[in-house]
């Protein structure tokens, strides 16, 4: 399921790479997928306990820890410089307006809702 998932994602991309972000990170497997797929750095952001616990054990299961980060968010603001993000992969809007959104991506990137 997270490699289909993820061959639809790059299919919005010309070249992968740069930074992608997950917003809701789920159990970690689109995160593995997205980083196996050429992505330098990938950074997970949920705000349920749980889910980032069962991502960063997925991710160290893959021995991918470093290339994968994920964290919890915290207040209504992603934790970025204004266009810094290439790809932001939207699982769970996880209470984050359009407008910011719009704020990190960089131009000529991508906001992909699954």
């Keep these: 399921m997270a490699q289909e998932l993820t061959a639809r994602i ?9 930074a992608v972000v997950l917003l ?3 159990d970690g497997r689109l995160a593995v997928a ?14 349920d306990d749980d889910a980032i616990a069962a991502t960063r054990g997925h991710i160290q299961h893959c021995g991918l820890y470093g290339s994968i ?8 603001q992603l934790p970025y410089a204004e266009d810094q993000v290439n790809l ?7 209470g ?12 000529g990137g991508k906001a992909v809702f699954v």
């Design 96 to 107: 984050i307006d359009q407008g910011e959104f719009l704020r990190v991506l960089c131009p």
């Design 24 to 26: 809701g990170s789920g």
């Design 10 to 18: 790059l299919a919005c991309e010309e070249t992968p790479g740069g």
């Design 69 to 76: 980060a994920v964290d919890a968010l915290k207040g209504g």
């Design 88 to 94: 932001l992969v939207v699982q769970d809007p996880l």
């Design 34 to 47: 997205l980083q196996a797929s050429g992505y330098r750095l990938v950074h997970a952001l949920d705000t």
